[in-house]
């Protein structure tokens, strides 16, 4: 046990010896300060900026786009348009809307059809619910107005708004679809 004692003693003096020697901290010192002193920051210049020359307005004898005629050419131009595609709307909007009127055309499938007192009718299922519609009447959210019904499909007319948004006529066809067995 006294063996032990000696050598802890021995370690400890020896690991304090060390800690008063000359430390490897003090050369890592010396060597960052000849690094500063030696180092030069290279700044590259900036260029000089470029002259600004100015271009004559060479459009000088055109139309100037912020006119008053410009402007009010334009306006008549669109007020034409827009009460061309409102005189279409207008009547739609004036009516009272169908229940079929109420749904999608593509939540629509045409399942049959016949002839009622000679006239065509169309048999549309809606919701597993069943249709008998007639040329005349309306289906889905376009305004879509049957115009033509045939053995395998129903012919409609609707009116939708474009890209512009001026409301435009477009013809859509509810086709039959036979049941799988």
Known sequence: ???????FLAAVSLFALTGCGASSEDELRQWMAEQRSQTRPRVTPIPEPKQFKPEPYAQAGAVDPFSKEKLAQALKRE?????????????????RKEPLEAFPLDSMTMVGSLLKEGKPVALVK???LL??????NYLGQNYGRITKITETQVTLREIAQDAVGEWVERPATLQLQERLK
């Open 1 to 7: 046990m006294r063996a032990l004692a000696y050598g």
């Open 79 to 95: 007020s034409s348009q827009s009460a061309a595609s409102g005189a279409l709307i207008a009547p739609e909007l004036a009516r």
């Open 126 to 128: 809606v919701d597993n």
């Open 131 to 136: 249709y008998q519609v007639r040329p005349g």
